[in-house]
């Protein structure tokens, strides 16, 4: 999964099959695969020490390429797949259906991982796998709306059963909604420019295509301006509003956070800086004591629980991104469950009170 896609490249374009046509595997190169895979290994690897069956969620399912690998490599595995889009479990449970009954399946949307894992009767898991964003699933089916790259409905819903849209959001919110849509989740300097111009297009023609708002935000940026595509903030920002990707995540990281078991790791691939942000204080609050200073000895209570696998975010390398451009954005953390719990939603507990204090 990932953030927006580039522009098409008409040859590459011409030498490809269309979508449709291709095999899940053909349409989709899971991203940082084999460094995930090493990093979910120990967990895998205590369970069976323990002489447990390991069991791993896949959060963020899409078209099933990392929990193949997951399973192919690990034939004693189990793996729980989530996904809001039935479209993607439809695939990913056809593409894997020679691994039975290994596979579990739920749909729902990735902070429900307490419900997920009842549903199999485990009191926890061995590792967790979320590879945020928009999935190339998603953006390879033009008429999602995704991609501010062709001309498509203005949807962009991971899970096609919600109502709201992006043409909802961008024909009904007031100006006030709307700045706060592309300010915060899009981080958009030329949000003001950009909000004029839909509102007073609206006034006469109701947007309806990702191509007639992409255009209406290239005539509404300033001239000369750099960084890319002048749609590509906005288009982010309604699609995290449509889906409301950052609440979700902000519940599932204490969730997952919750369900490890001792050994057992969290890996997390993000596409933009607000999700890293988040995951990054996530990990930070799970790796630190929670303490007051000064403290002569320090209670068990409080002592951290989790370990840092990676130093900062690890990004893809060249030859990665070489072969599969969607992974360039891509940002990589890891963590290790290095005691066991004191007692189950410690973390959701901490973290609610938290954004209690906040509000």
């Not at 189990?78 to 009954?101: C, F, K, P, Q, W």
Request: one cysteine or more; aromatic letters at 6%.
């Amino acid at each position: 999964m990932h953030d927006e896609a580039p522009f098409a490249d008409a040859a590459a374009t011409r030498a490809q099959p269309p979508a449709e046509h291709q095999t899940p595997a053909e349409r989709h190169t899971p991203v940082l695969l084999d460094r995930c895979l090493d990093l979910l290994q120990p967990g895998i690897d205590a369970a069976r020490e323990a002489g447990r069956t390991p069991w791993v969620i896949d959060a963020t399912l899409g078209m099933g390429g990392h929990t193949h690998e997951i399973l192919a490599r690990n034939p004693d595995t189990h793996v729980i797949g989530i996904d809001r889009d039935t479209n993607a479990l439809a695939m990913a449970s056809e593409r894997l259906a020679e691994y039975g009954d290994r596979l579990v399946t739920c749909h729902t949307t990735y902070d429900n991982i307490d419900t997920a894992r009842e549903t199999t009767g485990i009191d926890a898991v061995d590792g967790i796998l979320f590879d945020l964003g928009v999935s190339s699933y998603q953006l390879d089916e033009r008429e999602r709306g995704f991609a501010y790259s062709y001309d498509a409905p203005l949807d962009m819903r991971m899970d096609t059963t919600s109502t709201l849209t992006a043409a909802d959001v961008v024909n009904t919110y007031t100006h006030q909604q709307l700045t706060r849509v592309l300010k915060a989740y899009g981080e958009e300097r030329h949000a003001r420019r950009i909000i004029d111009a839909i509102l007073r297009t609206r006034e006469t023609q109701p947007f309806t295509t990702t191509g007639q708002l992409a255009q209406l935000i290239i005539d509404a940026y300033p001239r000369g301006t750099k960084g890319g595509h002048p749609a590509k903030r906005t288009f982010q920002a309604l699609r995290v509003e449509v889906n409301d990707e950052l609440a979700v995540l902000e519940a599932a990281l204490p969730a997952a956070l919750d369900a490890v078991a001792t050994g057992g790791r969290i890996v997390v691939m993000s596409y933009q800086s607000l999700e890293d942000r988040l995951v990054k204080y996530a990990f930070a609050e799970a790796t630190t004591s929670s303490a007051p200073a000064g403290l002569p000895v320090e209670p068990e209570e409080h002592k951290a629980q989790y370990r840092l696998v990676t130093r900062g975010n690890e990004k893809p390398t060249p030859q990665e991104v070489e072969e599969n451009s969607r992974a360039a954005a891509a940002r990589l953390r890891a963590v290790e469950r290095t005691r066991e719990p004191l007692s189950r939603h410690h973390y959701s507990d901490r973290f609610s009170q938290r954004t209690r204090r906040n509000s």
